[in-house]
């Protein structure tokens, strides 16, 4: 089961963020963007995108947070798309005390196209990461979550090609539509995983695999829809996220994406990456103008047996992600990122 978030729990989060937010404004005002990368070289922002409007669509999640965060630090305008009347009503409320210039809220229902293109009026890049869960928290991710994903995908591209202002989309998918292939026992199949790979999704149907079906269905459906409207497109596909407190905060896509951990776990594809790297990956991918095509992004493989536990633990989950496995047997595939390490760690 998941975790149902009371009206005072859910009131005390968006608090907690929108102070977030004022303290990362304040720290940024009147100060000249800049960016330490790991061997000590200053970038300047790049001058063609400076002062852009930029959308984050759900940028409550914590994922979505971490995102409008690092843009809000990099001196970006951020406007932040809620599908929840609730939340939209309670953070223009905080906002009146406040002069956030470069941060505003607007309503959006991310499966309706006329919704979606008011919303994304004005702005050169859309952060697409909305993920749809059970409200309830009760069910988990369904097959009719799957649906929605898939359709809202559909209506956030159209809306994207439609709107002049936009001239790309960086879209939140996951490691899990690329792992689980069919036949991935055939002698002649690759044995390392890169973008190149994609979820099949009549194994995901035939093992529930929902997460995962919704995740696939939603990434081909937006490149097939960019492709066919010649919008520029990025597709993030992260493990599974990690940060204090994600596993409380976000429970049911946690245990949506740990559905078939064992099986993931034994062929070495159990990985994860922590929201902030995520985040990171999201905003490079933006800036780097030139990039495109899927970015797999993970931190850490899963391959022992007490990290296993560890995991589980974290997450919270009463089963073990984990079986028992030789030492000595090779690794039945392996996971690749190096796409992403060069765009974020250039030579």
Request: proline letters at 3%; aromatic letters at 6%; hydrophobic letters at 35%.
């Amino acid at each position: 089961m998941g975790v149902v978030r009371t009206a005072e729990r859910r009131k005390a989060e968006l608090e907690e963020f929108h102070r977030e937010i004022v303290r990362t404004i304040a720290l940024t005002k009147g100060r000249k963007w800049k960016e330490e990368d790991p061997d000590n070289c200053v970038r300047e922002e790049p001058t063609e995108e400076k002062n852009k409007l930029v959308c984050v669509t759900s940028g409550i999640s914590p994922l979505g947070f971490a995102i409008v965060n690092r843009l809000l630090s990099r001196g970006y305008s951020v406007r932040i798309a809620l599908d929840n009347q609730e939340d939209l009503e309670r953070l223009r409320e905080m906002e009146a005390g406040e002069k956030c210039k470069r941060i505003s809220v607007v309503m959006a229902q991310f499966t309706n196209l006329e919704s979606l293109c008011e919303a994304f009026s004005g702005c050169s890049c859309i952060f697409h990461t909305s993920s749809f869960v059970d409200p309830a928290g009760l069910s988990g991710y369904s097959k009719h979550m799957a649906d929605l994903e898939c359709n809202a995908a559909e209506k956030v591209i159209e809306a994207c090609a439609r709107i002049e202002s936009v001239r790309r989309c960086v879209f939140t998918s996951s490691l899990l539509a690329c792992v689980w292939q069919a036949n991935d026992n055939h002698p002649d199949r690759p044995r390392l995983l890169d973008e190149s790979c994609w979820s099949d999704e009549t194994l995901c149907r035939d093992k529930k695999l929902w997460l995962a079906l919704g995740k696939t269905m939603a990434e081909r459906t937006a490149w097939r829809v960019a492709n066919e409207a010649d919008l520029k497109l990025a597709t993030i596909c992260p493990a599974l996220v990690t940060c204090p407190e994600f596993s409380r905060r976000n429970f049911t896509a946690t245990l949506a994406y740990l559905k078939g951990a064992k099986e993931m776990y034994r062929k070495r594809l159990l990985a994860t990456v922590s929201v902030d790297e995520v985040a990171e990956a999201h905003v490079r991918v933006y800036e780097a103008q030139g990039a495109c095509g899927r970015f797999i992004c993970y931190e850490r493989v899963i391959d022992r047996d007490e990290e296993a536990a560890q995991l589980a633990s974290q997450m919270g989950t009463a089963e073990s992600v984990g079986t028992q496995m030789s030492a000595e047997s090779p690794p039945p595939f392996e996971l690749c990122n190096s796409k992403l390490c060069r765009l974020m760690c250039p030579l």
